[in-house]
């Protein structure tokens, strides 16, 4: 069973900067494409960042310029540099990627989460 595991998170002060990672394990065939989503409390779950297994990237227009998306394949790991950081950009953060277990299985697959809080 595939599993992601995120660290990475914590508590730092406006201006300064975090970086999570999210590493994938257990039946890996290939990843596809892998992304950061957030969800503040009371919020919807929002996407921040993707990143394609060819390296292009999106980015949310509240991140653009401050958050950076990258992955190494090798290690099967996805990371999201967040610098510049603002406290509206407290929320758990979650990596989401899709997974393929055998060339012609695929799924989408999530972590548990990891607490970003950002003090003003």
């Known amino acids: 069973q595939v599993q992601l595991v995120e660290s990475g998170g914590g508590l730092v002060q406006a201006g300064g900067s975090l970086r999570l990672s999210c590493a994938a394990s257990?039946?890996?065939?290939?990843?596809?494409?892998m992304a950061w989503h957030r969800q503040a409390p009371g919020q919807q779950r929002e996407l921040v960042a993707t990143?394609?297994?060819?390296?292009?990237?999106n980015y949310a227009d509240s991140v653009k310029g401050r958050f950076t998306i990258s992955r190494d394949n090798a290690k099967r790991t996805v990371y999201l540099q967040m610098n510049s950081l603002k406290p509206e950009d407290t929320a758990v953060y979650y990596c989401n990627c899709n997974v393929q277990t055998t060339p012609w299985t695929r799924a989408d697959v999530w972590g548990q989460g990891t607490q970003v809080t950002v003090s003003s």
């Open positions: 257990g039946g890996v065939f290939t990843i596809n494409d």
């Open positions: 990143i394609t297994r060819g390296g292009s990237t």
